[in-house]
């Protein structure tokens, strides 16, 4: 397990592109399969077509706000500390969406779940994975780590639509949980403290 002051420089590249992969496979699946079938999700629910794409809009005013507040705590927490927070807070809100029935709550808990997943993106995607890296990898680490999580994300909603028609549309909550908690205790086992950290 990685200490959480050593320099990101002694972390082998192959250990950085493990963290990196899971960490943005993680973030992007969860993002992706929630703000994208989350009105499909909610008319299994028994909301009408009109509502159900109207709270979706809602809940998606948490998107800018969530990217700002990563940004705005991505240096005071530390990456690692704010990362997997937002990790364990993304499975915690997702089980609890699977059992939202009354609409304040799917809005509320729709809407939190949105700005935790756009935390995620702010912090994982924009600023952590770079930082896995010397600067000489950096480029190839972040891409491979990228390109993984996007064609996982091409093979997601035949895998959404199956547990849809053939399971229970509250089985994508719990795969997001699912993914979310891996994903926290990756990083809070094996990921490095990047922050003021120098990197070759």
């Given at each position: 397990m990685t200490h959480p002051d050593e320099p990101v420089s002694?972390?082998?590249?192959?250990?950085?592109l493990f963290i990196?992969?899971?960490?943005?496979?993680?973030?992007?699946?969860?993002?992706?399969?929630?703000?994208?079938?989350v009105p499909t999700l909610l008319l299994k629910q028994g909301?009408?077509?009109?509502?159900?794409?109207?709270?979706?809009?809602?809940?998606?005013?948490?998107?800018?706000?969530?990217?700002?507040i990563g940004a705005l705590l991505v240096d005071r927490t530390g990456r690692k500390k704010l990362?997997?927070?937002?990790?364990?807070?993304?499975?915690i809100l997702g089980i609890a969406y699977a059992y939202e029935r009354s609409t304040p709550g799917i809005l509320i808990n729709g809407f939190l779940l949105t700005i935790t997943l756009y935390i995620l993106v702010a912090s994982v995607v924009s600023?952590?994975?770079?930082?896995?890296?010397?600067?000489?990898?950096?480029?190839?680490?972040?891409?491979?780590?990228?390109?993984t999580s996007k064609l996982l994300n091409v093979l997601m909603p035949t895998f959404v639509a199956f547990m849809i028609t053939q399971v229970s549309?509250?089985?994508?909550?719990?795969?997001?949980?699912?993914?979310?908690?891996?994903?926290?205790?990756?990083?809070?086992?094996?990921?490095?403290?990047?922050d003021q950290k120098a990197i070759k």
């Open positions: 002694h972390i082998s590249f192959a250990k950085g990196a992969i899971v960490a943005v496979s993680a973030t992007l699946l969860c993002q992706y399969t929630f703000t994208s079938w909301i009408n077509i009109v509502d159900s794409i109207s709270f979706s809009a809602i809940m998606m005013i948490g998107a800018p706000i969530g990217a700002a990362i997997v927070t937002a990790f364990i807070a993304t499975a600023i952590y994975t770079n930082e896995l890296f010397e600067t000489s990898h950096r480029f190839r680490g972040a891409g491979i780590a990228n390109g549309a509250s089985f994508i909550y719990y795969a997001i949980a699912a993914l979310a908690i891996i994903a926290a205790i990756v990083i809070g086992l094996f990921g490095p403290e990047t």
